[in-house]
């Protein structure tokens, strides 16, 4: 029994607690393909922190000319994109070169290096079973004041598809503002879901004019 639960205390000091939703992002410092970066650069505005298993790699390519090309409508909703594998600078720039030869797409935004791994492991991008070295597909959205809104991991046969992370930068940014939530799949301009009633009076009271009630814990709302 002894032996067991020093067995379960050394895992839980080997793997360190991974970050949750809604604590505050761990800060980094960082090289990257843009010079030094670090989290308190992106105060004020949204930002994608995203990891990948390694360079000159095939789902890792296809991910970051689709990130490339969505750009400037992640920049339109005030969210910036960074980037990260344990590989070197030296490796990132001259993959980023590869794919504007090969490609024909220039990637605009920095890519971090992580040879030590520090930010992968603050943010819980390295899993067992997966890899020892390599990061998994893990996205990070982050908040303008530097908390964490939404973590997605993938496994690393399996590329993210970059359209669902900007509709979930687009409704995150939505909740936020209206203070209210989205729908299944939900997409800009649709309807938005009314939080719902914590008293029976509340629960009975009328719907609102510009939106539509299916029952009580189901009231849309126009945006």
Known sequence: MAWHAACHAGRAMSHPTLPRLNDPAPEFEARTTHGPRRLEDYAGRWLVLFSHPADFTPV??????A???????????????????????????????????RFGVDVPFPVVEDVSMTIANAYGMVHPGASDTSTVRATFVIDPDGMLRA?????????????????????????ARLRMATPEAWQPGQPVVEPPPETMLAAEAAP???GQ??????????V
């Open 213 to 222: 009630c299916v029952d009580w814990y189901y009231r849309t709302r126009g």
């Open 60 to 65: 890792c390519t296809s991910e970051f000319v």
């Open 208 to 210: 609102p004019t510009d």
């Open 151 to 175: 973590i997605v991991y993938y496994p690393l046969a399996v590329g993210r598809s970059v359209d669902e992370i900007l509709r979930l930068v687009r409704a995150l940014r939505t909740a």
């Open 67 to 101: 990130f490339a090309r969505r750009f400037d409508e992640f920049q339109a909703e005030e969210c910036d994109l960074l980037g990260l594998s344990v590989d070197s600078t030296y490796a990132h720039i001259a993959w980023l070169r590869s794919i504007r030869e």
